[in-house]
């Protein structure tokens, strides 16, 4: 009954790089798409990244990794695709 749901978890562990988030908050947001879309992700922090988030609460300072499923990524990619708003064209801010 729990093996099933292990083996699935535990399948897609050696995903493959989507986009490295500068600070936490970035891959909270990044993790919540992503989740928000059913695509389950992974952050792999870079240096000493985990241990300054463990210890000060805050990681501040090293980037962070955000991996996926191999069969998820052009899904993952679309999703987190930047899209450029109103006033970063130029129509907007009374120009």
């Known amino acids: 009954m729990f093996d099933k749901k292990e083996n699935q978890k535990e399948a897609w562990r050696d995903g ?3 986009c490295t988030a500068a600070s936490n908050t970035e891959a909270d947001i990044l993790e919540s798409k992503l989740r928000g879309e059913g695509i389950p992700c992974e952050r792999r922090w870079k240096g000493a990244g985990n241990f300054l988030e463990i ?3 805050v990681n501040s300072i090293c ?15 679309n999703i987190i695709l ?3 708003l109103a006033e970063d064209e130029g129509g907007a801010g009374g120009e």
């Not at 990794?65 to 069969?71: E, G, S, T």
């Open 16 to 18: 493959v790089y989507l």
């Open 55 to 57: 210890f000060m609460g």
């Open 63 to 77: 980037p962070i990794d955000i991996y996926v499923p191999a069969d998820s990524l052009a899904d993952a990619q």
């Open 82 to 84: 930047p899209f450029p």
